[in-house]
């Protein structure tokens, strides 16, 4: 299981750095499509498609036919948080002898989920408002664009190169930390729709007793069945999928799935 394990991780590692070079912007032009929406509103203005919205459009079908895989395998930014989590499960092995996966409580986790709605709707809140042109230089994420383009942020950016130091802090603090508890576009896929196929679902009646390997290695803590609450949250890192000792979590119905196994025999 370990081999499989490690091949998983590696070739998700390799799609991350495929994006990281090739499309490092994906998630604030998304992010720009939906704040263009509300910007527009706030100016009295006639809402008009753009080349931001059509990013912003193609990432929301993509959720909704697949679920979250853009968080988990495409955005920049998430990967910046699993990279930097990944350099401090490293060092804490390494120099300090800790093995075991650092972060916070299940608890803490699903409370600190609920911020970036906040976030998302502060934020468009100060679009509506016409404030948000008062925050020039204080957002992380066009920080970090600028130094994913080779750019060094200017002086007027001081507040927005604080944040993302913060935030890469946090990064290494907690597995998908920003994704999970600040990201506004997070928030936008969290809400959206997916079809009950994308979802990832576990057989319960063929779990092993008593595991839960798949909810402890969920980087949301996420009780794998494709149906609860917090479904929203899942990034479609696919570490479940790798973790169940029985290869038991796949997407789609594993009831019906089962009922065709008893049928065909």
Known sequence: MKKRQRKVRLIRAAIQLIFFIAAPSLFSTAFAGVKSIFL????HQSVTWNSFLDVTAVLLLVTILFGRHFCGYACA?????DA???LTLFIRSRFFHKKKRHGYSEEMVHKLQKVKYIVLALI????VTGFYSSL?????WDVFSMLTTGKLPKPA?????????????????QERFFCQFLCPMGAVFAIMPVIPG?????????????CTLCKKRCPAHLDIDGDTAHSGECICCHT???????????FGDPDRDNEAVIEKK
């Open 240 to 250: 479940c999928t790798v973790t169940c000792p029985r290869q038991n979590i796949h």
């Open 124 to 127: 468009l809140l100060f679009c």
């Open 40 to 43: 527009a509103i706030g100016n």
């Open 198 to 210: 994308a979802l990832l679902k576990r057989n319960r009646p063929n779990c092993a007793p008593k």
């Open 77 to 81: 930014f998430g990967s910046l948080g």
């Open 84 to 86: 930097l989590y990944e």
């Open 157 to 173: 950016y001081i507040v927005g190169t604080v944040l993302l130091f913060l935030i890469m802090i946090g990064m290494c603090t």
């Open 136 to 140: 020039q230089g204080m957002s992380p």
